[in-house]
């Protein structure tokens, strides 16, 4: 099993912590990890950028999603 880290700025890890954002997505031209890294089940620990380790969570569900244009973006944003 793989050790995650999500480096957050504080106002939306405080906002994970709350339960306000269940959702956390990363956009990147380049395919890189967490790209298909990250499975349901696997832990995840969420990290204030420039501070400490604030929480840790199981991945509910994970969608990997390639190659998306603005619309479909949009879309997502939409849905989640």
């Known amino acids: 099993m793989s050790i995650h880290v ?3 700025k504080r106002e939306y890890l405080r906002m994970v912590l709350s339960g306000q954002k269940t959702v956390e997505s990363r956009l990147a031209k380049v395919r890189c990890p967490p ?3 990250v499975v349901a089940g696997e832990r995840l620990f969420f990290k ?8 840790t969570a199981i991945a509910d569900e994970v969608y990997d999603y ?4 603005p ?3 949009d879309a997502l944003c939409e849905q989640w």
């Open 48 to 55: 204030a950028s420039g501070g400490p380790f604030m929480a």
């Open 6 to 8: 999500a480096i957050l």
């Open 66 to 69: 390639a190659d998306q244009t």
């Open 35 to 37: 790209f298909e890294k």
């Open 71 to 73: 619309a479909q973006i």
